[in-house]
């Protein structure tokens, strides 16, 4: 190990550079604040002597930890990765690392996630969060926060609409000539939920459409499954879930049940995650995650550097994409 006192320090930097040490500090924190050439002088004098800075005296003296926290609900479900990556892709981009978190679906585990991270982050994004409304506000008002797929005013978010492509979803239904729907909802807590339920009842209700809601509070492959009885019980010709992994499970237990999709029953799912990968391939609502993940830390970053939070509402629309899990309704005679 080399000893401390051989290692080249902030103030060798500054001289073999010809600036002085708060340029060299901003050039490794806030390098938007110098000119481009004295930025690279700087980083040319620290390669060349081997300098590089310490990270944790700079959180001390500065509170500027260089790291953000990502809590997301279900590390595993397949919507989640790319968000998460896209997150860290924009988070790099500004020399941030991202701390991951993963809530279990369980809104006190996300908020000692918070307590744990606060002490050694600068800001937060919580997506899909399932805090209250009350306690993100309390959160944000202790560090900068901001939200994807949660709509609580004054806090900056990221929503990814997906009710229009749910009301294409029933409207494409509606034309194949089903009368009767189902929609199998997702977690209790998910905002998601809330706007694709919304959305079902709503386009079905203009369309003189039948609709029943049937709860599901995990949203997995095996929840799909075990509900596709009651989502046959009801006389329904097509079902709508929550998301394509819902739907997946629904699509083997009817594969299982010998029930033919989609000649005898349509299935549509949300996220088009999955889609082009189950058999057959799955009518979805089209996913933004990737951009939602970089709006997020688009903005997140734009508080950091400027403290200055603004009441920001970014929504990005969805679609849906016709695949070959839905078909012309059979009507029993």
């Known amino acids: 190990m080399t000893p401390r006192q051989n290692r080249p320090t902030i103030n060798q930097v500054a001289a073999a550079a010809g600036v002085t040490k708060s340029s060299v500090s901003r050039a490794f924190t806030r390098p ?8 690279r002088k700087i980083f040319a004098a620290a390669e060349q002597l081997g300098y590089v800075p310490n990270h944790t005296a700079r959180a001390l003296s500065t509170g500027r930890h260089g790291n953000i926290a990502l809590i997301v609900p ?11 990556r896209a997150a860290q892709s924009e988070a790099d981009r500004s020399d941030y690392c991202v701390f991951l978190g993963n809530s279990d679906e369980n809104p006190q585990q996300e908020d000692k996630l918070i307590g744990r991270f606060a002490g050694q982050v600068e800001g ?38 997906s009710a229009t492509g749910v009301a294409e979803a029933v409207a494409h239904l509606a034309e194949l000539g089903h009368r009767k729907l189902v929609y199998v909802g997702g977690p209790h807590g998910s905002w998601s939920n809330k706007q694709r339920r919304g959305a079902v009842r709503r386009s079905a209700r203009e369309l003189g459409l039948e609709v ?26 097509a079902a709508i879930a929550f998301d394509d992994l819902t739907a997946q499970g629904m ?21 088009d995650v999955l889609g082009a990968a189950t058999y057959p391939s799955l009518t979805t609502v089209s996913n933004r995650s990737v951009e939602a993940g970089k709006a997020a830390l688009n903005l997140l970053m734009d508080i950091l550097q400027n403290q200055a939070i603004r009441d920001v509402r970014y929504v990005l629309n969805t679609s849906l994409v016709i695949r070959k899990t839905t078909g012309p309704a059979v009507i029993p005679r």
Do not use: W
């Open 32 to 39: 938007e604040m110098l000119s481009q050439e004295t930025v």
């Open 74 to 84: 279900d590390v595993a479900n397949p919507f989640f990765p790319p968000l998460i």
């Open 124 to 161: 937060f994004v919580l997506v899909s969060s399932r805090l209250s409304d009350a306690q993100i506000i309390e959160h944000a008002a202790r560090r900068p926060l901001v939200l994807i797929n949660r709509d609580v005013e004054g806090i900056p978010r990221v929503l990814i609409d």
């Open 212 to 237: 029943t809601v049937i709860s599901n509070e995990f949203a997995a492959f095996e929840s799909g499954r075990k509900i596709t009885a009651s989502v046959l019980a009801t006389g329904a010709t």
């Open 251 to 271: 699509l083997a237990e009817l594969a299982d049940q010998g029930i033919a999709v989609p000649a005898n029953f349509a299935v549509v799912g949300c996220d």
